[in-house]
């Protein structure tokens, strides 16, 4: 509802004072998280080459595994505990993200075999650091644009619908506010003016009065 009177207009104007400031506040937070996204793209950009190299090139190592020691060998090769990935996470303006991962790798079992059964191990393991890094990546890119995303709706929301409908209602309240005083201005300059004209007549009456035999 729309306040009315001197103490309304004075609400509306510390709301409309908030709501501006927050726009402000909110467009600063979303260049800030905007600049900082675009870093993290370039940076999930890269690691997602370097992944993909070292996945290339274990598959390759893979297969000449295969080709040259066979299923059984590789099985056996395998380790039996898993890895575990750490995230260390991190933030900018109120925004959690993994800023990066490590990878605590099970020790590699000896299976004998050729050379290429330990490359190919070797590739693998060096594949799956790459690969926690790379998802790490991806996972602050999602989330750092779903923040951006949210901010700007939020800006939005209060440039575009809050703060003109703020200011139309200051607006009419500012102009009610002028109408009364104005009528006030006008029943006063009247009420002078009946004043002025009565004591005239008065002063003229008694004027009369008084010449009179």
Same mark, same amino acid.
């Given at each position: 509802?729309?306040?009315?009177?001197?103490?309304?207009?004075?609400?509306?104007?510390?709301?409309?004072?908030?709501?501006?400031?927050?726009?402000?506040?909110?467009?600063?937070?979303?260049?800030?998280?905007?600049?900082?996204?675009?870093?993290?793209?370039?940076?999930?950009?890269?690691?997602?080459?370097?992944?993909?190299?070292?996945?290339?090139?274990?598959? $390759?190592?893979?297969?000449?595994?295969?080709?040259?020691?066979?299923?059984?060998?590789?099985?056996?090769?395998?380790?039996?505990?898993?890895?575990?990935?750490?995230?260390?996470?991190?933030?900018?303006?109120?925004?959690?993200?993994?800023?990066?991962?490590?990878? $605590?790798?099970?020790?590699?079992?000896?299976?004998?075999?050729?050379?290429?059964?330990?490359?190919?191990?070797?590739?693998?393991?060096?594949?799956?650091?790459?690969?926690?890094?790379?998802?790490?990546?991806?996972?602050?890119?999602?989330?750092?644009?779903?923040?951006?995303?949210?901010?700007?709706?939020?800006?939005?929301?209060?440039?575009?619908?809050?703060?003109?409908?703020?200011?139309?209602?200051?607006?009419?309240?500012?102009?009610?506010?002028?109408?009364?005083?104005?009528?006030?201005?006008?029943?006063?300059?009247?009420?002078?003016?009946?004043?002025?004209?009565?004591?005239?007549?008065?002063?003229?009456?008694?004027?009369?009065?008084?010449?009179?035999?």
């Amino acid at each position: 509802m729309t306040a009315t009177g001197h103490a309304g207009k004075v609400r509306l104007e510390r709301r409309l004072l908030t709501a501006r400031h927050g726009a402000t506040l909110l467009d600063r937070k979303q260049r800030i998280i905007a600049e900082e996204l675009d870093r993290l793209e370039l940076h999930a950009d890269s690691t997602r080459r370097r992944w993909e190299e070292q996945a290339n090139e274990a598959a $390759v190592w893979l297969q000449r595994t295969v080709a040259l020691d066979g299923q059984e060998l590789l099985k056996h090769a395998s380790p039996a505990d898993p890895t575990i990935v750490e995230v260390k996470w991190g933030g900018a303006m109120g925004v959690r993200y993994p800023v990066d991962a490590t990878c $605590v790798l099970p020790d590699a079992t000896p299976a004998g075999g050729s050379s290429a059964l330990a490359w190919a191990t070797a590739t693998h393991r060096s594949a799956i650091v790459v690969a926690a890094q790379y998802a790490a990546a991806q996972r602050a890119v999602v989330l750092l644009s779903r923040e951006l995303t949210a901010t700007r709706t939020r800006q939005g929301a209060i440039e575009n619908r809050w703060i003109p409908r703020l200011e139309n209602e200051l607006r009419v309240i500012r102009q009610k506010l002028e109408e009364q005083e104005l009528e006030e201005n006008l029943r006063v300059h009247w009420a002078a003016k009946h004043q002025a004209e009565t004591s005239s007549a008065t002063r003229t009456r008694d004027i009369g009065e008084t010449d009179s035999p």
